[in-house]
């Protein structure tokens, strides 16, 4: 989720990246932060709006909250927010987003390798993007950045270049996604409704979630 600022060359969109949990820190949220910004903004991206190709880029911040409450998730209205519990475990043993166009989620900690591209296939689902419904990629290239784990591609692009397609190793290595022109035009930038030169990408779902640890905060 985030805020769109439209200016005569440029859609601006800036998110906030929260993190909380046991295994959250601050050198965490840096590498979150930059692994956003730096993957989202690669593609230089441009869209056409009412006759104007405009510039599209990413401002992506992050902190780590050892303090946070569940009122202050609840009762978020700024748009930029998007909340994440970080553990060293998750339910179904993976990351997930609470729904497309969503400000919160949960990171599951062995997700966040240096280079692993979680933090910025996820945060394109806060910005509504789903999985690709076809996810043979075989025969096509670099996958995009929204291919799930478990997407065919070519064998470069897997875990083991030498297995069979579909095999344990013969699936996508998530290192090798990237965002591209397709990915940002997906997002369907020109039909968002302005006022006073700014619109909101993405909607709140402001959940909440609990220490799987404890079941407390």
């Known amino acids: 989720m985030g805020i769109v600022e439209l200016t005569d060359t ?17 050198e965490l949220a840096e590498r979150i932060r930059r692994e956003i910004h730096n993957m989202w903004n690669e593609p230089q991206a441009r869209i056409h709006r009412k006759g104007q190709l ?9 902190q780590y909250r050892a303090d946070i409450r569940p009122e202050e998730v609840l009762g978020n209205d700024d748009p ?31 997700n966040l390798y240096e280079g692993s591209t979680t933090a910025a296939h996820e945060y394109g689902h806060t910005l509504g993007l789903p999985h690709p419904h076809n996810v043979d990629y075989r025969g096509k290239g670099v996958p995009g950045i929204m291919y799930p ?3 065919w591609v070519d064998p470069a692009f897997q875990y083991d270049p030498q297995q069979s397609p579909g095999k344990k190793g013969g699936t996508l290595y998530p290192i090798h996604r990237r965002v591209r022109q397709e990915d940002i035009d997906d997002l369907k930038l020109h039909r968002l ?5 700014q619109a909101v990408l993405g909607e709140f779902s402001s959940i909440w979630h609990p220490s799987p640890f404890t079941g407390e905060e």
């Open 149 to 151: 784990r478990g997407t």
């Open 10 to 26: 440029t859609l601006l969109i800036s998110s906030h990246i929260i993190l909380y949990g046991s295994a959250a820190n601050e």
């Open 80 to 110: 930029r927010n998007n909340y994440f519990r970080v553990e060293p475990e998750a339910a179904g043993n993976i990351s997930f987003v609470d729904g497309l166009g969503c400000n919160t989620g949960y990171f599951l900690l062995e």
């Open 193 to 197: 409704p302005f006022h006073d030169g």
């Open 54 to 62: 405009l510039d599209v880029r990413f401002q992506i911040t992050a």
